[in-house]
DNA sequence: GTTTTTGCAAAGTATTTGCAAATGG
DNA sequence: CCATTTGCAAATACTTTGCAAAAAC
């Protein structure tokens, strides 16, 4: 296996999407970073997302609608997703890492890891139906 | 809004669906399907997945990992995905949907749905691990 | 006859990859 | 120096779409 080493880049890639509460798409961090690197290209970004996600330094999240979205935070949390504006919000919510005992009590394969979404319409399309 | 007229291509695809155990891409119900019809095309194919899970008739199911894929069990239940060889095995497991009312608790917009994806090593993979 | 669906091919979207040059250690 | 990373462009993977002909009703 190789070394890592390190880049401005990636380093670049990682502290703007620490610094996004929204949960961008490589596209959009693409135009978040040129700010700072003008020529980087949009291959580097999403090599960079796919090694951080695999050091686990950040966390991919497949909404099952359109393009990945990539999160800064990896404590324990999940995703609303609306399936009106496709915004992806954090939800405050109890700890319900129990399913994935209830799940492996019947299987017989090894369960190293389980993701919940949540589907519905968010706040903000609820109360102003005409928009998007 | 258009009334839906009966094809029996339409009909073929779930019916195949329907038959099979495991979760295929529209690719793999492709060449399926083509066995009855030769003719059909790819896009008929994804067209009709399409269709058939808006009308609540199939399940799409988003892996976050290649296609997407189908399941012609429309009960709730919930999936496994080898992260080895990328299958998808159903899961029988008591009910936790409990946890949609955990996540509305502090949510101001309107949870709708939820899905769960559990990930790890299947049965098969983890006794042979020189394959795949 | 009118509307919907099909097959085909082309286009669209998201992401990955090959390669020579640049950078990091 | 040698290994890794970059920028660029081309390639790939998956899915959708426009359109004329066929099928459904």
Redesign the interface.
Known sequence: MSTLKYSRQRESIKVCLQGRKDHPTADMLYTDVRKEFPNISLGTVYRNLSLLSELGEIK?L???DGPDRFDGDTSTH?H?I??KCHCVTD????D?SE??N??A??????????????????????NHPGNV
């Open positions: 991919r497949t909404t099952g999940h609303f609306c399936r939800l405050t919510m109890r319900i399913i994935k209830v799940a009590e019947n299987f017989r394969g090894t369960i190293e890891d389980y993701s919940v979404n949540f589907y519905g319409i968010c706040e903000n399309c609820r």
